[in-house]
């Protein structure tokens, strides 16, 4: 789905706040000290890993269009994180996630939650955070 006009302005003034050293471009350790939809908060190496996903010039940081991008598929799994989360616990279980994970356009099988969820989580975690889910 296409940024619309009226959402540049908002994500122009985020942006130039994250932008720390004015460079016109944000680094993963920028994206680490953001204020992100959902109150969510991500690593060095989450941010590492979502840079590498939309970082269509491969500089290694993220350009204002790219970090528009980024921010769109945020809200997109902050809404389906949510909306599946049916006991509003803030996390999700393994047939929530497995859910999730479908309707965020991930095609997934009851037999690659689990695996995926000790991946992500460790092996003692039952559930996974919303900052996880990104």
């Known amino acids: 789905q296409q940024i619309q006009p009226n959402e540049l302005q908002p994500l122009q003034q985020w942006f130039q706040l994250?932008?720390?050293?004015?460079?016109?471009?944000?680094?993963?350790?920028?994206?680490t000290q953001a204020q992100w939809p959902g109150n969510a908060q991500f690593s060095v190496d989450t941010c590492n890993k979502l840079i590498t996903v939309f970082d269509k010039d491969r500089s290694g940081t993220m350009t204002f269009y790219e970090y528009a991008a980024l921010h769109k598929y945020i809200l997109?799994?902050?809404?389906?994180?949510?909306?599946v989360d049916s006991n509003r616990s803030g996390t999700l279980e393994p047939n929530e996630l497995q859910q999730a994970l479908h309707q965020a356009g991930f095609q997934t099988d009851e037999n690659s939650v689990r695996p995926f969820l000790r991946k992500v989580q460790g092996p003692l975690h039952q559930s996974i955070t919303f900052s996880s889910f990104c």
Not at 21 to 27: A, F, M
Not at 76 to 83: A, E, K, Y
């Open 18 to 31: 994250v932008d720390k050293d004015r460079s016109g471009e944000v680094d993963a350790m920028e994206l």
């Open 76 to 83: 997109h799994l902050q809404n389906v994180f949510f909306s």
